[in-house]
């Protein structure tokens, strides 16, 4: 009977051997590859660009906190769209509550203060007004004087509070304007600054919050080659259209913008603000809409190519 056993086991493990064989054996069809872009004008230039959120300035809005401290509460998500105003995230604002608290007893103090001096003030006059003789001149010059004292010690306390105040709402992040989060740097238990928060992947200072405009267009800034700046059309007549990498040669007609009129080196698409190039470039800004049914983001690299009108 075990032998049988055995012969059985045996033969399912070579049926099973063969199975095997003639599954890995077969070649899955391989993807068809990407088609590269072409120029869609006769005499184009080529240039790199990045998709940014649409604004007048600027390339995105980096926020950064006023003081330093550490995260207690996040308010947003990645890609979440805003109003102006609204909170963001918060930090530990203890000692400051304590700083406030402690303004606060100090107005209530001055004010008791300038209440005590005020009655003194008012006792000697009613008593100068009976009998000039019974308080001396020098007498009433000080505590008309120290009323004016504690009337200042009462603004300086108030101005303090209200100081104090301000800096503790700093402890809340909040939107400049309204639009999208892109990125929340931080994250709960986290230390950030005026400077931001320290990146762990790119070991250095980061924005604590990216947001751009709320708008339906995207705009994406080009580069262009100092070399090919002299084959730009003019502005009346210059046309482009951009390429999504990934997208099998899908184009997007592109509107002019504006030119930043100052060519720069090349270190802006690769975020190394100490790298060595001796390409420099000329930024134009085009805007678009978004194509229908396709994933486009800002800070996505993108081909663009600039041709001029008929």
């Known amino acids: 009977m075990k032998h049988k056993i055995l012969f059985a086991v045996a033969f399912l493990g070579i049926i099973a051997g063969l199975v095997s064989a003639y599954l890995y054996r ?18 184009g230039i080529y240039a790199e660009g990045i998709v940014q959120s649409p604004l007048e300035n600027g390339e995105n809005i980096n926020i950064y906190p006023e ?30 509550k304590e700083v406030v608290a402690e303004d606060g007893a100090k107005v209530g103090a001055a004010q008791a203060a300038l209440v005590y001096q005020r009655h003194q003030l008012a006792i000697l006059e009613k008593e100068v ?25 009462l603004e300086v306390a108030i101005s303090t509070h209200a100081v104090d105040e301000a800096l503790l709402n700093k402890y809340v992040l909040r939107a400049p304007v309204p639009g999208p989060v892109l990125r929340v740097g931080a994250a709960v238990g986290s230390y950030i ?3 931001g928060v320290y990146g762990t ?16 267009y995207l705009q994406v800034q080009c580069y262009l080659d100092e070399i090919l700046v002299p084959r730009l059309p003019p502005v009346t ?25 100052y060519v720069t080196p090349k270190i802006q698409l690769s975020d190394q603000r100490t790298e060595k190039v001796d390409v420099r470039v000329l930024p134009i800004i085009f805007r678009f809409k978004p194509p229908k049914g396709m994933n486009l983001f800002p800070g996505e690299l993108v081909d663009v190519y600039i041709g001029a009108k008929p």
């Open 193 to 195: 600054s005026a400077q």
């Open 67 to 96: 003081v330093g401290g550490t995260v207690t509460r996040i308010f947003v998500r990645d890609g979440q769209t805003v109003g102006k105003d609204a909170p963001l995230l918060a930090m530990d604002d203890s000692v400051q």
């Open 237 to 261: 007549r210059m046309a482009a259209k951009m390429f999504i990498r990934g997208a099998n040669n899908v184009s997007v007609p592109l509107q002019f913008v504006r030119i930043q009129p």
């Open 129 to 153: 007004s009976i009998d000039p003789r019974t308080v001396s001149r020098m007498t009433l010059v000080n505590t008309r004087d120290n009323v004016l004292v504690a009337q200042k010690n």
């Open 26 to 43: 077969q070649e899955l069809p391989a993807h068809a590859p990407l088609a590269p872009t072409r120029d869609p004008y006769t005499e």
């Open 201 to 216: 992947y790119s070991q250095g200072m980061n924005p604590v919050v990216t947001m751009g405009m709320q708008s339906p």
